[in-house]
């Protein structure tokens, strides 16, 4: 395994290896997988459980900024603080748990430590709940404002979440490609955060001016896009932007980076990543508003539930999450079983059965998550969102492929041992 | 239909190609295409609010609703501070084309000391006694509109009721006499129902009399209920009324209800009760959506209160929809909530108002 190598990080370059066949592997993980995704849930999140943080929207908040700090990790910073022996040598369960470890000490320190505890308090009152009850009058209770709060984090983090994805897939670290870890992380990292504060003012600060009475209009403008949209939500564009998201990492579990990287040389790759990743993630929007509109009739303004444009752009972004979950174990825990067809057929018959099993996912999610999971029963209802729950399952795939080298199922291995 | 509900379980993904989806304010596709109800109609409706006043105190149902796990909880686990809780309940007096009256009572609120209070000042005790009242309509079994239920039964068991198929368990047994006590600010029920129960389902009408009907919608709620009854009046020359208990299926979604199903279902000349937008008083964005989407429509009168929220009803005012203001009457009331704007602007239909339709 190179050392040397920054541009392809240990990711990329590590080799992995069942240790039986593919399917028995690769189901064994997904027991684990199912298992391990159940106990968090039940301890950390369900309303049956001890510390209830399935509020819903404090929960979402939680898993997705641990996602993207686990995404940092990876493909930013190349695990950094950890070295390659180590992460060559140490046992999963022992590399998993430290970074882990790192990735929740992050998401605390820059969440709460410095977006709750310093901005929210010394900057911008959304970003801490307690501020917000402190200053507010009307309405700005106990309960609404972790509500508010947690909102506004996960405003943030889209704008964050698809700039990372752009940068990562498109920017293929192009920039700085000399540096070394940490610095080129950081260099990439302040890029990509540079470029998410103006995207996340343009298309969520309205909104969360809104959120008031009177509407903060001198801090922030009202929102621009409720002619375009049907609503004065912000849920418009996080609808669009997660969809792009989605579909670009479809592209890399099933599709090994096509047709992205069909595309030579910068800035062009990177162009292609952020207006194909846009167009196929605006037509994945699409295609799902028309086939909500043949399933319930129309959105009307000001509609509840369903019949919200609202609910329905944010209801794009759970239906893409159950098509991704199933992609993503597709292509970690049984992947090398298509490894004989085409690339093109690989990826084409990966991604129709990902929609198929998600569709499934879907259906069961509905009809027995209330049991399993402890969640409210219906498709619409307001204090309910599979975002969350879909969200960590992808954080818990991506601890278990990136951290834990998809231990037991698989082990790691140096490339001379695979060509015995 | 199966195959439609298999679809919406699904909900989503896979047909159809469509760059752009429909982006209107009314929807227009969904009127034209199903056959249209005629349930009748009415001379005039009049409805009292005996009590919209479900807590007294936003903050302090909000920690007990926090303290207990969040939103999501079921209502049976919280524990209430038992000093906050009032209730809601309406009474519905129906004018029919000859002439004659028929009322109605839609809920029963959530204390007992509070209901036995309002229904003794508004003289419904007397009228259940006497058996005045024809029908009893069980919005939903929320908290604040069924906990309250041994208020009515100790004065008339027997009465007919209208109940959600889909109310919780422990809403059922309380309805035959189970007592939830132990917990603070759980009902009891020492008068289990003997009458007509009619347990309603959803894509049914349920018609109560010439012009007058229920019907059930399979709504989400909070603290683990779903399900609300909501009653369609049609007036004549003037065009159907809802009477709702919280709304949660949405004010929207009612008047398009009437137009996709009943005969005139265009004609939307008012509503009363909850409209289920901001109860808390906390705000966001979708709430102005509704202000702007109920201005769509030509209606007269919208006598909304309780979990409607005091900021929805002065910006609806404000947006020049017509919300029929309270009275001072509420001050007459032994106990009045802490919203200080709320109860000095009358912006909204209060306790002891009367609304004519």
């Given amino acids: 395994m190179g050392t040397q190598n920054i541009r392809q990080g240990w990711l990329a370059e590590r080799q992995l290896a069942p240790r039986w066949n593919v399917w028995a592997s690769g189901l064994l993980n997904l027991v684990v997988l199912a298992v391990t995704a159940m106990v968090v849930w039940w301890i950390f999140f369900s309303n049956g459980g001890p510390l209830k943080l399935y509020t819903p929207l404090l929960g979402f908040s939680l898993v997705i900024w641990v996602l993207l700090v686990i995404i940092w990790q990876t493909e930013y910073f190349d695990y950094w603080p950890l070295k390659r022996p180590y992460l060559d040598a140490a046992h999963p369960l022992q590399k998993g748990g430290i970074l882990t470890g790192i990735a929740l000490g992050v998401y605390f320190v820059f969440i709460f430590g410095i977006m709750f505890y310093i901005i929210g308090r010394y900057g911008i009152t959304y970003f801490n709940w307690n501020s917000l009850t402190q200053y507010g009058e009307l309405g700005q209770d106990v309960m609404s404002t972790r509500e508010t709060t947690s909102w506004a984090f996960i405003c943030l983090s889209v704008p964050f979440l698809w700039l990372t994805t752009v940068l990562m897939v498109g920017g293929d670290k192009t920039a700085w490609p000399d540096s070394l870890q940490p610095g080129q992380g950081l260099a990439n990292w302040l890029l990509m955060g540079l470029l998410s504060v103006p995207l996340y003012l343009v298309f969520f600060h309205p909104h969360i001016g809104s959120m008031f009475y009177p509407a903060q209009v001198y801090a922030a403008v009202p929102p621009w896009w409720k002619e375009i949209a049907g609503t004065n939500s912000a849920e418009y564009g996080l609808g669009i932007l997660f969809c792009s998201v989605i579909v670009i990492f479809i592209t890399l579990q099933l599709w090994e980076g096509r047709p992205w990287n069909l595309v030579k040389g910068q800035p062009w790759k990177f162009i292609a990543v952020v207006v194909g990743g846009l167009l196929l993630g605006f037509l994945f929007f699409k295609i799902q508003l028309a086939v909500m509109d043949y399933l319930w009739d129309e959105a009307y303004i000001g509609g509840q539930n369903e019949y919200n444009y609202g609910w329905r752009y944010s209801h794009t972004v759970t239906m893409g999450n159950f098509i991704l979950v199933p992609a993503i174990i597709l292509g970690t825990y049984f992947g090398e079983a298509f490894s004989r067809l085409a690339p093109w057929l690989r990826g084409l018959t990966m991604s129709v059965l990902s929609v198929i099993l998600g569709l499934l996912f879907a259906w069961a999610y509905y009809a027995w998550a209330p049991v399993l999971l402890g969640v409210c029963e219906g498709v619409s209802h307001p204090s309910e969102n599979p975002s969350a729950f879909l969200v960590l399952l992808i954080v818990l795939l991506n601890i278990h492929d990136a951290f834990m080298d998809k231990w037991p199922g698989y082990r790691l291995v140096a490339p001379e041992d695979l060509q015995r | ?357």
């Fill in chain 2, 1 to 357: 239909m199966q195959r439609r509900t298999f679809l919406k379980r699904l909900a989503t993904t896979s047909a159809g190609l469509a760059l752009t989806s429909g982006m209107g304010a009314v929807p227009r596709n969904a009127y034209a295409k199903r056959k249209k109800q005629d349930f009748g109609e009415i001379k005039s409706l009049k409805v009292e609010c005996i009590s919209e006043t479900s807590w007294f105190d936003n903050p302090t149902l909000g920690k007990d609703i926090k303290a207990a796990g969040g939103i999501n909880t079921n209502q049976y686990d919280v524990t209430y501070n038992e000093e906050n809780l009032g209730g809601y309940a309406a009474l519905i007096e129906v004018e029919a084309l000859d002439g004659k009256k028929t009322k109605y009572l839609l809920d029963s609120g959530w204390s007992n000391d509070w209901m036995d209070y309002v229904f003794q000042k508004s003289g419904v005790d007397k009228m259940l006694q006497n058996k005045e009242i024809d029908t009893m309509v069980i919005s939903h079994d929320h908290i604040d509109h069924y906990f309250g239920i041994e208020s009515t039964l100790k004065h008339q068991p027997d009465i007919k009721m209208y109940f959600p198929s889909t109310s919780m368990k422990k809403s059922f047994e309380l309805l035959k006499g189970a007592d939830f006590s132990s917990t603070p600010g759980c009902p009891k029920n020492a008068h289990p129902h003997t009458g007509e129960l009619i347990v309603t389902k959803p894509d049914q009408l349920y018609k109560l009399q010439d012009g007058a009907a229920v019907v059930f919608f399979d709504a989400p709620a909070t603290l683990q209920v779903r399900g609300e009854n909501v009653m369609y009046f049609k007036i004549k020359d003037k065009g159907y009324v809802t009477v709702t208990g919280c709304c949660h299926p949405g004010i929207l979604t009612l008047i398009n209800y009437a137009r996709r199903n009943f005969k005139d279902g265009k004609k939307n000349y008012g509503c009363y009760g909850g409209l289920h937008i901001s109860p808390f008083e906390n705000w966001d964005p979708k709430m102005d959506d509704i202000i702007a989407g109920v201005k769509q429509y030509d209606m007269q009168k919208i006598a909304c209160n309780h979990c409607t929220g005091w900021i929805w009803a002065e910006k609806a005012v404000k947006a020049g929809l017509p919300i029929v203001p309270g009275t001072d009457k509420f001050l007459s009331y032994k106990k009045v909530g802490t919203l200080a704007k709320a109860n000095t602007s009358n912006v909204y239909t209060g306790n002891g108002d009367t609304v004519v339709f």
